[in-house]
């Protein structure tokens, strides 16, 4: 009997920026290397700080009655750390998510993404609802946004985790992103065959 293959929500983003990511990645194990980037430093440096900065501090004004940080959690599909678990006053959860980046008036598809991963592993690990995120604009003073989560979000992620898992357990070649503008700064077009 094969080991389940469980996906990370950075995994999903990739997938979805293009497939062959993960092939690259996971299946010929060829990394990538961006956890030397600058921005990958800076973002966890910033992680540590805020889980030992925030410990008590509950968000009242969107009805925090109750938190857990760096939650690492698993499920059949996924696994990843949450930076913040939040129990609210209508008795479901949020995960709350610190971003070393400034507002600018809209919330990137990456990061609707990685909160909709977090909202499955809490509804699996917790068993509460969760029909909302939250993200942290720490270049922008720490401004807090609500993300809404819809139900077929969660349903796209567990989507997209069973066709990584497949891709990397069958060794399966998938086609290329048909978005040819992010083959020019991607750290495997030399090796891709479009």
């Known amino acids: 009997m094969s080991a389940t293959i469980s996906v990370t929500p950075s995994e999903i983003i990739q997938y979805l920026y293009c497939p062959r990511?993960?092939?690259?990645e996971k299946v010929l194990d060829i990394?990538?290397?961006?956890?030397?980037?600058?921005k990958a430093m800076r973002g966890r440096r910033l992680h540590e700080t805020k889980a030992s900065l925030n410990k008590d501090y509950l968000r009242k004004k969107i009805g925090v009655t109750d938190k857990l940080q760096e939650q690492y959690l698993t499920n059949d599909l996924l696994r990843?750390?949450?930076?913040?678990v939040l129990s609210?006053?209508?008795?479901?959860?949020?995960?709350?998510?610190?971003?070393?980046?400034?507002y600018k008036d809209r919330v990137f598809s990456t990061y609707k993404t990685q909160l909709a991963c977090?909202?499955?592993?809490?509804?699996?690990?917790?068993?509460?609802?969760?029909?909302?995120?939250?993200?942290?604009y720490t270049r922008s003073r720490n401004k807090l946004i609500e993300v809404p989560i819809a139900a077929q979000e969660k349903e796209q992620v567990q989507e997209c985790a069973r066709t990584i898992a497949h891709i990397i357990s069958t060794?399966?070649?998938p086609k290329a992103t048909r978005y040819?503008?992010?083959?020019?700064?991607?750290?495997y077009r030399n090796i891709c065959i479009q």
Do not use: W
Request: aromatic share 18%; hydrophobic share 30%; proline share 3%.
């Open 180 to 187: 040819k503008k992010r083959c020019t700064g991607c750290t």
């Open 118 to 136: 977090y909202a499955c592993l809490i509804e699996d690990n917790f068993g509460k609802e969760v029909h909302q995120g939250y993200l942290v």
């Open 80 to 84: 990843g750390k949450v930076d913040e």
């Open 31 to 38: 990394p990538q290397h961006e956890e030397n980037s600058y």
């Open 171 to 173: 060794n399966y070649f």
């Open 21 to 24: 990511f993960i092939y690259f």
């Open 88 to 102: 609210l006053s209508d008795d479901t959860m949020a995960p709350l998510d610190y971003k070393f980046a400034q």
